[in-house]
């Protein structure tokens, strides 16, 4: 159990271009998803929280207008990454989480990999 | 700005225990310990948590400290497949995860 799914797996866009990406959990219903990015050689950044059926909070130097999160079922959340640069290229993680309270586990994604050429 | 720290790198030979430390020594009493491994260019795999006494999972084990500045995740048989960045987190009230580098494991044959 606890399944969660990303797509597309990988992605090259064109610079000025906005990119889509889908976080599922498959097997369970999260009520709450988190979205990271990941340069090569670094530690996973969180870049947003978002609840199910809320705006999503971002964390600080996170451009809310470029990174768009929408979380609109208990089992879907999508980033989009809209006027894509090359500095943007990264890779995406997603994380969901199914319980509130204490002791809830965060699973992941297998990851996005964005290429801006 | 992570809570933890962790040996960069770590070897471990193939069948053997490996152990890996964490300290986090401004830990409050209410944050949970969590230990995620990423191998290369995959999403981070989730192995244990605690919050004070130890844990054992199929997985691995936490054994945490009395005072619980500090914790180890053992992995009892290390096998090539554990080879990975293994992540010791804090994890926040408001459930947010705060990553470190992780301590590169390394298990060889």
């Known amino acids: 159990g606890a399944v969660v799914s990303q797509h597309p797996s990988w992605v090259i866009c064109k610079s000025g271009t906005s990119v889509k990406i889908e976080c599922r959990s498959l097997d369970f219903q999260a009520t709450t998803m988190f979205w990271y990015r990941q340069f090569p050689k670094q530690s996973l950044m969180l870049m947003a929280t978002s609840n199910e059926g809320s705006k999503a909070t971002y964390e600080q130097g996170v451009e809310k207008d470029k990174f768009l999160i929408n979380h609109a079922s208990l089992t879907l959340s999508t980033l989009t990454v809209t006027s894509a640069h090359p500095e943007d290229s990264s890779f995406y993680i997603c994380?969901?989480?199914?319980?509130?309270?204490?002791?809830?586990?965060?699973?992941f994604g297998p990851g996005t990999r964005l290429t801006v050429t | 700005d992570a809570k933890t720290t962790q040996p960069t790198s770590m070897d471990c030979a193939e069948g053997r225990a490996a152990n890996l430390p964490c300290n986090h020594s401004?830990?409050?009493?209410?944050?949970?310990v969590y230990w995620y491994r990423q191998i290369h260019s995959q999403g981070p795999q989730y192995i244990i948590h605690g919050l004070k006494n130890n844990e054992t999972n199929e997985m691995a084990s936490l054994i945490i400290t009395e005072d619980r500045k500090s914790s180890t995740l053992i992995l009892p048989h290390a096998t090539l497949r554990d080879t990975a960045v293994y992540y010791c987190i804090v994890r926040l009230n408001n459930r947010k995860l705060i990553w470190g580098l992780g301590t590169s494991l390394a298990v060889n044959p």
């Open positions: 401004t830990i409050s009493g209410n944050e949970y």
């Open positions: 994380s969901a989480s199914g319980l509130a309270g204490s002791g809830d586990e965060q699973y």
